[in-house]
């Protein structure tokens, strides 16, 4: 299964309707949620009509008068229940046969601090007893590096943001694609891009769905670039489990890594920070394990071989 959001910066044209229908059938979508319509109440029945006639779809419009997140599908074999729904979100069980059923929330927060208290409420109270991702334009950075010629972030909204996930137990999905998910699309020395569009999931989505990756494509007519997700991937692998090796401490290189990284800025509660610390260590002793110490074995064996033939 394929679960894609888009901020498409307004659906009224027919260009826009016609790129998101394609978009879904291009990447082979279940589901999708499109954010940023920009469509008022009054003219959904008419682009449903004739754009999207063969999608069944959800809205909330109930809560928010341009209809701010539109939940499309179209196979018969998916059940999607809503659980919860504001203008900022739509919560949304989804059952498919012979499949574990799961949560999706769609999310288009809100681009101001205060605007945004409701969402990090409703994620931080939400604590679904099944796997969870949520995914979308969170309309806020969470770290500094994740801008480019834009003005310095508010510190404060970082820090709620973060908060936010961390007290929902949520982590961010391993993403590929883009690094950057929004620009203004200026020219050069004007042109700004910014990391708005993610997933997170929480534990329980991990440990159902061990090898679901996210995608982030070109943005195409928005400003803003999809995020796809892949649930059950074809390749069914499981990621490696992360274990530390005692000869990491023995390089040159380890204690230069720990203090590297325990300088990057981050930006949340004590127990967030930490968390964030020793996430990017992880990672960056993998880089330092895959350029030096991968392998091994093979290694030995190879130069083992050699050593015969003098």
Not at 16 to 22: D, F, G, L, Y
Not at 132 to 146: H, K, M, P, T, Y
Not at 185 to 191: A, V
Not at 292 to 305: G, K, M, N, P
Request: aromatic residues 12%; hydrophobic residues 40%; glycine residues 6%.
């Amino acid at each position: 299964m394929k679960i894609g959001v888009w901020n498409v910066c307004g659906l009224n044209e027919r260009t826009k309707q016609a790129e998101a229908v394609n978009f879904f059938k291009r990447n082979n979508l279940d589901l999708m949620g499109i954010i940023e319509t920009r469509v008022r109440e009054g003219r959904v029945k008419g682009i449903c009509r004739q754009s999207f006639h063969l999608f069944q779809i959800i809205n909330n419009y109930d809560y928010h008068p341009n209809g701010r997140i539109w939940i499309i599908w179209k196979k018969s074999s998916l059940n999607i229940q809503v659980l919860s729904r504001d203008s900022q979100w739509i919560h949304v069980r989804v059952n498919e046969v012979g499949r574990p059923p799961f949560i999706i929330s769609f999310i288009y927060a809100f681009n101001t601090t205060q605007g945004r208290t409701a969402l990090w409420d409703f994620l931080k109270g939400a604590a679904p007893s099944l796997p969870w991702v949520a995914l979308g334009d969170f309309n806020c950075v969470r770290r500094s590096s994740e801008r480019i010629s834009s003005p310095l972030p508010d510190i404060s909204a970082m820090t709620a943001y973060n908060d936010a996930l961390y007290s929902a137990g949520l982590e961010e999905l391993t993403t590929h694609g883009c690094p950057f998910t929004w620009t203004n699309k200026q020219d050069s020395i004007d042109r700004k891009w910014m990391s708005f569009d993610r997933a997170v999931f929480n534990a329980l989505w991990q440990s159902v769905f061990p090898a679901s990756v996210a995608d982030v494509p070109t943005a195409g007519l928005s400003d803003h670039s999809p995020v796809l997700v892949s649930v059950w991937p074809p390749d069914d692998s499981r990621p490696k489990q992360f274990r530390f090796l005692n000869c990491w401490v023995q390089d040159g290189r380890f204690l230069i890594l720990v203090k590297e990284v325990w300088r990057e800025p981050v930006y949340g509660s004590p127990m967030y920070r930490l968390v964030s610390h020793l996430k990017s260590l992880k990672d960056r002793l993998k880089q330092l394990h895959g350029e030096t110490y991968s392998s091994i074995s093979a290694r030995i064996d190879r130069l083992t071989s050699q050593l015969k033939v003098f």
